[in-house]
């Protein structure tokens, strides 16, 4: 069976994807600055160290890897979601290095998870597929940019390495809720909120389906090979209403107030929202908020069934 490394193995991505990689048979080598809950599996090898410790993590791919996953220096996983030069510099850092290195110790495949930040802002309701132009307007989709550019760059320079970018929505859970929330919440007035009876939506990814998605990618069969970009999100928007009868069901939500969705945009138009934008990466765009922007996963489809949602999710 596959070796299988993964960064940011501690983080809420990576231990849930260390999980199911053990529960298939992989054997994984998860680095992290903290220990996660898979260390003592006796398929995991849990190296102690940060992501931008080079020396550390080339000598941890140096024992053999067959895949490479690269979680960390991802929101959701490890970093916050407003983002500092800190963050920017952690991972410029790590891109200079960490593929190259993986090359290097002889790995067959490397899967980064970037984000639907990358792409240029929707001019129509199309569905958005990976032929789409990419222009990112936020501090985070352009880091994540330059990472697809350095993984892109790194897989030319050999003909033995595949590259698999993961452009993947805002990621959910049953316990995990922070995006969802941040679609119907206002810090500023610190309530939740709708608009008419919350019958427009947001492209989200549950986390279960990005793991089916990986784990279909290794488990290809001998002479098929994915690699390239691939949209990893559900297959439908979930509904603004959807969004409040989860939370009422399994979070605290309080009070839900129905405003008037003109009057916001123009406040929103006042205001120095875009600049919170391109730092906050939860930040909601009241602007586009009931445009219905969506992805399509059509590609991602022909390796996974994305089966899980927000009624199934776990």
Known sequence: ????????????????????????????????STPGSNVGDPNFTFVQASIEDKDAVTKAMSNGIDVLIHLACTVDNDFPNNLTPAEEKKAAAVD??????????GV????????????APAKTREPIRETAAEKPTTIYGKMKFDSEKALSKAVKSTASTKGVIARICPIYTKS???????????PKDGCSY???????????????????FIIGI???????????????????PIMAKEI?????QFHKLGAVVQRNYSSDVVKSAMSFGSKIAKTDYRY????????????DNTKAQRISTFRWKLSNTK
């Not at 200079?96 to 110790?105: P, R």
């Not at 765009?285 to 219905?292: H, R």
């Open 96 to 105: 200079k290095y960490l593929y190259k290195a993986a090359i290097s110790a």
């Open 1 to 32: 069976m596959k070796t299988v490394f993964v960064t940011g193995a501690s983080g809420l991505m990576g231990k849930e994807l260390c999980e199911a990689l053990l529960a298939k048979g992989f054997s994984v080598i998860g680095v992290d």
């Open 194 to 212: 709708i608009y008419g009876y919350g019958d427009y939506g947001f492209s989200f990814c549950c986390l279960y389906n990005l793991i089916d």
């Open 108 to 119: 067959n495949d490397m899967i980064l998870i970037s984000t639907h930040q990358v792409y």
């Open 244 to 248: 409040v009868d989860f939370e009422r």
């Open 176 to 186: 995990y809720a922070p995006n969802l929330h941040s679609k119907i919440y206002d």
């Open 218 to 236: 290794l488990n290809a069969a001998p002479g098929i090979n994915y690699q390239g970009i691939y949209n990893v999100c559900d297959t439908k």
């Open 284 to 295: 909601n765009d009241v602007s586009i908020a009931c445009s219905n922007i969506s992805y």
